[in-house]
């Protein structure tokens, strides 16, 4: 069965230091979401890709988050610097055209000490 | 906005026993709703999702949800709980003006005693 890769799964790192997140959504999905999901609460939009262009990216704090699918398939987020309030559990989800079933990846665990 | 409330952030009940998650939205036009389940250390994963059609809708593992209208409820249910639907239930629905966007709940911790 397809699955949406992410890596790594875990990631510690020190405050002020970059970090970047890739997934690989299933193949032939056109539409590829990143979320933010802070302990103890529901995940959050952060950026929502249709092909290679962005859809929504309104909850991402652009000032130091940044997104890519270059070419319409795997995507990177990148947080620079990072900050003590940025640890949580970042996801990645992939869906068809018009499904409204979105396929999420097992996530990556994000601890910035 | 739009926004779910997740009635109860702990739900305990006995292996056997009738499962009931409560979620409640806010729209001015109803949305399109989803129940996702999320194991530990997992991403999460689809139970069930109403769009349109019958308001009674059943998904995967014997869940089942009934979207309500005059209550703007989408509560989810088991009629019998089983030791392994022990997780965290997110209740979701879709954004009025970006229908692929999900507003999530809180979410329900659900504990299952033999």
């Known amino acids: 069965e397809a699955e949406v890769a992410q890596s790594p799964r875990y990631k510690i790192t020190e405050k002020s230091q970059a970090v970047a997140f890739w997934c690989d959504p299933i193949?032939?999905?056109?539409?590829l979401y990143w979320y933010r999901q802070i302990l103890g609460q529901g995940p959050e939009l952060l950026v929502q890709?249709?092909?290679?262009?962005?859809?929504?990216d309104s909850q991402l704090p652009k000032d130091r988050f940044s997104a890519e699918r270059l070419k319409g398939v795997d995507s990177t987020l990148k947080i620079q610097p990072a900050e003590l309030g940025d640890s949580a559990m970042y996801l990645c989800?992939?869906?068809?055209?018009?499904?409204?079933?979105?396929?999420f990846g097992p996530g990556t665990r994000l601890t910035v000490t | 906005a739009q926004s779910v409330t997740q009635l109860g952030s702990h739900v305990s009940v006995s292996e056997g026993a009738l499962v009931l998650l409560r979620c409640n939205y806010s729209s001015s036009v109803p949305p399109y709703l989803f129940w996702y389940v999320q194991y530990p250390n997992q991403g999460l994963q689809l139970l069930l999702k109403?769009?349109?059609?019958?308001?009674l809708v059943k998904g995967i593992n014997g869940f089942e949800a009934e979207f309500k209208k005059s209550e703007t409820s989408f509560h989810l249910t088991k009629p019998s709980a089983h030791m392994s639907d022990a997780a965290e239930y997110f209740c979701?629905?879709?954004?009025?003006?970006?229908?692929?966007?999900?507003?999530f709940g809180t979410g329900t911790r659900l504990q299952v005693f033999p």
């Open positions: 109403y769009t349109t059609g019958a308001t």
């Open positions: 890709f249709q092909d290679e262009s962005v859809v929504d």
């Open positions: 989800a992939s869906s068809a055209d018009r499904s409204y079933e979105q396929y």
């Open positions: 979701a629905v879709s954004d009025l003006y970006n229908t692929d966007k999900l507003i």
């Open positions: 193949s032939g999905h056109a539409t």
